[in-house]
C-alpha cells in the first residue's frame, strides 16, 4: 500500500490507463477486464477525492488532476520497473563482488590452480578472496562465502561440498628418518621430534591416524609449533622433524624425493572442504557460480 491507503497495484492500472488512452487497450494490455479496471479507477478517485479522467463512450482524457499525477508518478514507476528488471539481470547472470574468506590449504590446492580459468569464465565476477585459517564470522566480517573443512564450518551456516573426503599422512625427510629411524607404529611417533600446528581456533591440532576400530588420536611431542602449512612443510623438508598433513599438500615434496611418507598404512581420511553460506534464500547467482565451479564431482 501507497501513503492514503492507495495501492500500489492501483496506481499502475491508473498509469496503464493513461498511457494506453483506452480502458479496454489497458485492460487487454494488464490481463484483466475493462470493467474491473473501470471499477479500479472509480475507488482510486473515491480515495484521492478528485477525478482523475474524463470519459465519454468515445475516448479517455486524463483531467489537469490526472495529467499532474501522472508526470509525478510515472517517472517513478518507470524507475522502479528498470531496479527490478536489473535484480532480474543479477540473479540470472553471475556478476557482481564476491568476498570468500578460505583456508591456506583450499586457496592452495583447490583455487589456486583454477582460479584464472573461472576469471575467464565469468568476466563480470569481482573476487575478492581473504587466506585466513582462523575461525571468521563471515556475517559480522562482511564475506559472502568461506571455505573451511566439513567438520569446522560454524554452526547455523549452510554448507556445500567442494571435495570428497581427504587423506592425512605423517611426512619427513629422508635424512631426518635415516638419522632418528622411520616409525614402526604410531606409539613410536612419540619418540620422535614432531612439526605441531596450531589451528584456527587456536587449539592445537591431535594427529589422528587410522580408520575405524584402528584409529588412533596422538598428542604427539614437538619442539616447533607452527601455524602454517607452506612453513612446516619447509621445516619437515629441512629435517626439523615429522609433519602431519593433507597427502595433496606435500604431493610436489614427495614426488621429488624432499619426503617420504611415514605410516602409510595409517593414513587417514577426514572431511573435505566446503563452502558455506547463512542462507538459502537469494542465493547470489556469483555465488552459485562459484561453488558450481569449484566443486569437484566424487570419483
Given at each position: 500500500?501507497?501513503?492514503?491507503?492507495v495501492?500500489?497495484d492501483?496506481?499502475?492500472?491508473?498509469i496503464?490507463?493513461?498511457?494506453?488512452g483506452s480502458?479496454a487497450?489497458?485492460a487487454?494490455?494488464?490481463?484483466v477486464?475493462?470493467s474491473?479496471?473501470s471499477?479500479a479507477m472509480?475507488q482510486?478517485?473515491?480515495?484521492?477525492?478528485?477525478?482523475?479522467f474524463?470519459?465519454?463512450?468515445r475516448?479517455?482524457?486524463?483531467t489537469?488532476a490526472?495529467e499532474?499525477l501522472?508526470a509525478?508518478?510515472a517517472?517513478q514507476?518507470?524507475?522502479i520497473?528498470?531496479?527490478?528488471?536489473a535484480?532480474d539481470?543479477?540473479?540470472?547472470?553471475?556478476?557482481?563482488?564476491?568476498?570468500i574468506?578460505?583456508?591456506?590449504?583450499?586457496?592452495?590446492?583447490?583455487?589456486a590452480?583454477?582460479?584464472?580459468?573461472?576469471m575467464?569464465?565469468?568476466?563480470?565476477?569481482?573476487?575478492?578472496?581473504?587466506?585466513?585459517?582462523?575461525?571468521?564470522?563471515?556475517?559480522s566480517?562482511?564475506?559472502?562465502?568461506?571455505?573451511?573443512y566439513?567438520g569446522?564450518v560454524?554452526?547455523?551456516?549452510?554448507?556445500?561440498?567442494?571435495?570428497?573426503?581427504?587423506?592425512?599422512?605423517?611426512?619427513?625427510?629422508?635424512?631426518?628418518l635415516?638419522?632418528?629411524?622411520?616409525?614402526?607404529?604410531?606409539e613410536?611417533?612419540m619418540?620422535?621430534?614432531?612439526?605441531?600446528?596450531?589451528?584456527?581456533?587456536?587449539?592445537?591440532?591431535?594427529?589422528e591416524?587410522?580408520e575405524?576400530?584402528?584409529?588412533?588420536v596422538?598428542?604427539?611431542p614437538?619442539?616447533?609449533i607452527?601455524g602454517?602449512?607452506?612453513?612446516?612443510?619447509?621445516?619437515a623438508?629441512?629435517?626439523g622433524?615429522?609433519?602431519?598433513?593433507?597427502?595433496a599438500?606435500a604431493r610436489?615434496?614427495?614426488?621429488?624425493?624432499?619426503?617420504?611418507l611415514?605410516?602409510?598404512?595409517?593414513?587417514s581420511?577426514?572431511?573435505?572442504?566446503?563452502a558455506?553460506?547463512?542462507?538459502?534464500r537469494?542465493?547470489?547467482?556469483a555465488?552459485r557460480?562459484?561453488?558450481?565451479?569449484f566443486?569437484i564431482?566424487?570419483?
Amino acid at each position: 500500500m501507497t501513503a492514503g491507503g492507495v495501492s500500489k497495484d492501483s496506481l499502475e492500472c491508473f498509469i496503464a490507463i493513461a498511457q494506453a488512452g483506452s480502458f479496454a487497450r489497458a485492460a487487454s494490455l494488464r490481463g484483466v477486464t475493462g470493467s474491473a479496471l473501470s471499477h479500479a479507477m472509480t475507488q482510486l478517485e473515491r480515495k484521492l477525492a478528485v477525478r482523475l479522467f474524463h470519459r465519454t463512450t468515445r475516448q479517455v482524457r486524463l483531467t489537469g488532476a490526472g495529467e499532474m499525477l501522472l508526470a509525478e508518478i510515472a517517472p517513478q514507476f518507470a524507475r522502479i520497473d528498470a531496479t527490478l528488471a536489473a535484480l532480474d539481470a543479477f540473479r540470472a547472470s553471475p556478476s557482481g563482488r564476491l568476498r570468500i574468506t578460505t583456508l591456506r590449504d583450499a586457496a592452495n590446492l583447490l583455487l589456486a590452480p583454477r582460479l584464472a580459468e573461472f576469471m575467464a569464465q565469468y568476466p563480470a565476477i569481482e573476487l575478492d578472496i581473504v587466506v585466513d585459517d582462523r575461525v571468521v564470522d563471515i556475517v559480522s566480517e562482511g564475506f559472502d562465502a568461506g571455505i573451511r573443512y566439513g567438520g569446522t564450518v560454524p554452526e547455523g551456516m549452510i554448507a556445500t561440498r567442494l571435495t570428497s573426503d581427504l587423506n592425512w599422512v605423517v611426512v619427513g625427510a629422508p635424512a631426518y628418518l635415516d638419522a632418528m629411524g622411520r616409525p614402526q607404529q604410531p606409539e613410536d611417533l612419540m619418540q620422535h621430534r614432531c612439526i605441531r600446528i596450531r589451528t584456527g581456533t587456536g587449539r592445537l591440532y591431535p594427529w589422528e591416524l587410522g580408520e575405524g576400530s584402528r584409529q588412533c588420536v596422538l598428542e604427539v611431542p614437538g619442539q616447533v609449533i607452527l601455524g602454517d602449512s607452506e612453513l612446516s612443510l619447509a621445516c619437515a623438508s629441512a629435517g626439523g622433524g615429522l609433519f602431519y598433513c593433507l597427502e595433496a599438500r606435500a604431493r610436489p615434496a614427495l614426488d621429488n624425493g624432499q619426503l617420504e611418507l611415514v605410516l602409510p598404512e595409517w593414513a587417514s581420511l577426514g572431511e573435505g572442504f566446503h563452502a558455506y553460506y547463512p542462507s538459502r534464500r537469494h542465493v547470489p547467482a556469483a555465488l552459485r557460480a562459484f561453488t558450481a565451479f569449484f566443486r569437484i564431482p566424487s570419483a
